[in-house]
C-alpha cells in the first residue's frame, strides 16, 4: 500500500480543492465578466440613444444660453440691438462659450448630462451620474474667419472708463463690454511665467471670480479684445475692511449696501498689482478701465484622434475641419452628419447654425439676407465609459455576490466531498490510524458517506484485529512479567531463608554432637530465634501474596489516626529514647476517618518502625497528619543519608533494601505490604529525599 502511494506521489498532480477553486473561479467570475459585459453594453446603448438625443440639441442650448436668438426675433426687445452695440453682441457670444464649454462649475472643455432616466426606470442598484461630455464651440464671421474659439481661455466682462469711474456710474451693469485673452503662460512650466495664474487658481478651486471685486487695467483695445499692459485687482475681502472700518458706508447698519468706486476715492484701497509691462511697452496710448467681477472660462480638453490625424483637443478638430467656407454664406447639414462619428464608445456630433435677419430682410429686392455670423459646435462623449460609471454599484454588488458565491461552493466542496475524502486517505496513509471521525465530521455526500462506510467498516475489521493482537501482546508480556517475578521471588525466598536455615543447621549439628555442652541453652536460645524469624518472614509473605491477590477484606472502621499514631510512637518510645531522638507531631484538631484500622495500624508502624531504625543517634523525627474535605495524608520523616535514584524506585519493591538495611536486619518485605495496603484503600504511598533526610508517606481518599 505504502508503495503504491509513493509510487502515486512521484507523479506531479494538482490537489483537488485547488482544481475545484480554478474551476469555481473560470466558471463563476467568467459567468459574472460575460454577464457584466453584456449589461454594460446593453446599457451604454441605452445611454447612447439619451446622449445622441442631446447632442443633436446641443447648437440650440448654445444658441439658448446665449440669448443669440433675440437679436433676430421681433418678439424681444434685443432685436436689431447687435447693430446698435456690437460690442454686446459679443459679449453674448463669449458667454455662451463659457456656458456651454463648461462643465458644471465651469471648468471648461466639459458639459455635464445628469439624471438619466435609466436610473430611474431599471435598479436602485444603477447610479445617477453626472457625466462630462467634451464640447467646442465656434463662431465665425460671414467671411469665414474666426471670431470666437472655446479652446482659447478667455476673460470677459463690461467695463468703466476712468471718467465712468471718478463719476461713480458703476452703480449699474457696464456700459461697454469687451474680453482678454489669457491663454498666455497657461502651460507654463514655472507658474511665475503665468501672468493670470491668480485667475486661474481662483476659478479651479471655486469655479467663478466672485472674490475678485474688480480689476483695474491700462491697455489698449484692438476691436472688443482689451490688450493688458498694467494689471492691479482688489478683491472683497479687502472692499469689506474698508467699508467696515469707515463711518459713511456703515449707515443704517447697512455695511454692504457700498459702491466699489465710491470706496476707491476714500484713498484707502491698496490695489495689488497682477502685472506691470509697461517698461516693454512702447506702443500706443494706453487708456485705463475698470472691470467688476469679471467672468471666465478654462478650457481643458483631451487630445483625440479623428480619422487617423491626431488633435490637441474637439476645439482644434473642429476648427481644422473648416465648416465655415470663405465662398458660402450657409452651412450644409449633411457637412456635420459626413463627419460625426456614431460609435458605443466614441459618440462625436458637429453642429452649426446661420445668423441671419430674416425678419427684416427684404426678398423682393434683395432674395435671401446676408449671413451675419455662424455657429458651430461639437460634442464628444463616451456612452461605454459613461456606462460603466454608471453600473459600478452593480457591478461591486454582484462582484461580492459571485465572490462569496465562489467561497460558499468552494466551502461546501471542500467540507462535504473533499475534506471526508482526504481525511480517509490521511488515516490510511497513516496505517489506519483512528485520526478519522465520522459521527463529528459534517453531513456528507453519498460518494463520500458510502466511502466512510467503507472506511469504518475496515477500520473496525482492522482494530479488531490490533485490539487481539494487543490482548495476546500484553498476556506474553504479563506471563514473562510474572514469570520473572516467579524467579525473582523464588530467588529472594531462598536468599532470605538460606541464612536463618544455615543458623538453625549448624547450631543444631552442634547440639548432636555434644560440642559445647556448656552453651547448651544458648544454641536452643538461637535456634528458636531464627526459627521464628523464619516463620515470621512466611506469615509477611503468605500476607503480602493475599494483598497482591486482593484476597483480603478490608473493615470499615470509624477511628481518629491522629490517636492511633499517638498510640503506636508510645510503644516505640523506648526504641526511640534509646537512641536519643527528637520527634516532633504536626497533628490538626482530632477528626476521624473510615478504613481498616489495624491495617492503617500496620502501615504506620511500619513507617514509625523504619524511621526509628534508620535515623541516626540523636536526630529528629517529623510526624505530620493533614486532612481536608477530599484526602487524609500521613508524612514521616526523619534525619538520615538520602537515597539514591535507584533505591526511590525500588523501595516499594518485595525483599528490596539498601545496604544499610541489610545490616540492620528485616525481611524487606514491610513497605512492599504497606504500599499493597494502601493501594487496596484507593490511596497512594510517596517516599521523596528532603533538605535533611528521607520523608514516606501515604494519602487516603475520602
Avoid at 82 to 104: C, G, H, K, T, V
Avoid at 137 to 158: E, M
Wanted: aromatic share 12%; proline share 2%.
Amino acid at each position: 500500500m505504502r508503495q503504491l502511494l509513493k509510487k502515486s506521489n512521484s507523479k506531479e498532480t494538482i490537489h483537488s480543492i485547488t482544481a475545484i477553486t480554478l474551476l469555481l473561479v473560470f466558471s463563476i467570475v467568467g459567468t459574472w465578466l460575460v454577464s457584466m459585459a453584456a449589461l454594460t453594453v446593453v446599457t451604454a446603448q441605452e445611454i447612447y440613444d439619451q446622449l445622441y438625443e442631446y447632442s443633436r440639441d446641443f447648437t440650440d442650448s448654445v444658441s439658448h444660453f446665449g440669448l443669440l436668438d433675440e437679436f433676430y426675433d421681433r418678439s424681444y426687445s434685443r432685436y436689431g440691438y447687435q447693430y446698435e452695440r456690437p460690442d454686446f453682441l459679443e459679449y453674448q457670444m463669449l458667454y455662451a462659450i463659457a456656458n456651454n464649454s463648461s462643465a458644471s462649475y465651469y471648468t471648461g472643455g466639459y458639459y455635464n448630462f445628469d439624471d438619466f432616466s435609466i436610473s430611474k426606470e431599471r435598479h436602485k442598484l444603477i447610479r445617477n451620474i453626472s457625466y462630462k461630455m467634451e464640447t467646442a464651440v465656434l463662431f465665425y464671421d460671414a467671411d469665414g474667419t474666426l471670431l470666437h474659439n472655446s479652446d482659447r481661455d478667455t476673460l470677459y466682462f463690461d467695463y468703466f472708463t476712468q471718467e465712468e469711474w471718478d463719476a461713480g456710474r458703476d452703480t449699474t451693469s457696464g456700459l461697454h463690454y469687451g474680453w482678454i485673452d489669457i491663454s498666455e503662460g497657461k502651460n507654463a512650466e514655472n507658474y511665475k511665467d503665468d501672468p493670470y495664474l491668480r485667475f486661474r487658481t481662483m476659478y479651479a478651486g471655486t469655479h467663478n471670480l466672485m472674490d475678485i471685486a474688480a480689476v483695474r487695467v491700462e491697455g489698449y483695445f484692438e476691436g472688443n479684445e482689451l490688450k493688458p499692459v498694467v494689471m492691479h485687482y482688489i478683491t472683497e475681502t479687502m472692499v469689506h475692511q474698508i467699508v467696515e472700518s469707515t463711518d459713511q458706508f456703515s449707515a443704517g447698519n447697512n455695511s454692504f449696501s457700498y459702491i466699489v468706486s465710491d470706496v476707491d476715492r476714500t484713498g484707502k484701497l491698496e490695489w495689488q498689482l497682477q502685472f506691470d509691462r509697461s517698461a516693454e511697452y512702447n506702443g500706443r496710448e494706453l487708456i485705463t478701465v475698470y472691470i467688476e467681477h469679471p467672468e471666465m472660462w478654462n478650457y481643458t480638453g483631451t487630445p483625440l484622434v479623428y480619422r487617423n490625424e491626431e488633435y490637441e483637443n474637439l476645439a482644434d478638430l473642429t476648427k481644422n475641419l473648416g465648416f465655415s467656407h470663405a465662398d458660402s454664406k450657409t452651412i450644409s447639414t449633411e457637412d456635420f452628419r459626413q463627419t460625426s462619428i456614431f460609435e458605443l464608445n466614441n459618440l462625436l456630433i458637429f453642429g452649426g447654425r446661420v445668423y441671419a435677419d430674416y425678419e427684416g430682410a427684404d426678398y423682393e429686392s434683395s432674395g435671401q439676407p446676408e449671413t451675419e455670423f455662424i455657429l458651430v459646435t461639437a460634442i464628444r462623449s463616451n456612452p461605454l465609459t459613461c456606462s460603466m460609471s454608471a453600473l459600478r454599484n452593480v457591478y461591486i454588488a454582484t462582484g461580492l455576490f459571485a465572490l462569496l458565491l465562489l467561497l460558499r461552493l468552494r466551502s461546501m466542496l471542500k467540507e462535504h466531498l473533499v475534506q471526508p475524502v482526504s481525511d480517509i486517505v490521511n488515516a490510511m496513509e497513516d496505517g489506519w490510524a483512528n485520526i478519522y471521525h465520522p459521527d463529528n465530521a459534517p453531513t456528507m455526500w453519498h460518494e463520500a458517506e458510502k466511502l466512510s462506510v467503507c472506511f469504518a467498516s475496515e477500520q473496525d475489521r482492522r482494530r479488531m484485529k490490533d485490539n487481539e493482537i494487543i490482548r495476546l501482546n500484553t498476556a506474553l508480556e504479563y506471563a514473562k512479567a510474572a514469570e520473572q517475578n516467579r524467579r525473582q521471588m523464588t530467588s529472594n525466598i531462598a536468599h532470605e531463608l538460606k541464612t536463618p536455615l544455615a543458623v538453625i543447621h549448624s547450631y543444631a549439628e552442634g547440639l548432636k554432637e555434644h560440642i559445647a555442652e556448656d552453651k547448651r541453652d544458648k544454641y536452643i536460645d538461637v535456634i528458636l530465634s531464627e526459627a521464628e524469624r523464619t516463620d515470621g518472614m512466611v506469615l509477611e509473605m503468605l500476607d503480602l501474596s493475599r494483598l497482591e491477590a486482593g484476597k483480603v477484606k478490608l473493615s470499615r472502621d470509624d477511628f481518629s489516626l491522629v490517636e492511633l499514631t499517638r498510640s503506636i510512637f508510645e510503644k516505640l518510645e523506648m526504641a526511640a529514647q534509646a537512641k536519643d531522638l527528637q520527634i516532633d507531631f504536626n497533628f490538626p484538631d482530632d477528626f476521624t476517618i473510615t478504613a481498616d484500622e489495624s491495617r492503617i495500624a500496620q502501615v504506620v508502624e511500619n513507617f514509625a518502625t523504619n524511621a526509628i531504625k534508620y535515623a541516626p543517634t540523636g536526630g529528629h523525627i517529623s510526624v505530620t497528619i493533614q486532612t481536608d474535605h477530599s484526602s487524609t495524608s500521613f508524612h514521616i520523616e526523619n534525619d538520615s543519608e538520602p537515597l539514591s535514584s535507584e533505591a526511590l524506585s525500588k523501595v516499594w519493591d518485595t525483599f528490596y533494601r539498601t545496604d544499610e538495611a541489610r545490616s540492620g536486619g528485616g525481611t524487606g518485605l514491610g513497605l512492599a505490604i504497606a504500599k499493597s495496603i494502601v493501594d487496596l484503600h484507593g490511596g497512594k504511598c510517596s517516599v521523596r529525599n528532603t533538605k535533611s533526610g528521607v520523608e514516606f508517606g501515604f494519602t487516603i481518599y475520602r
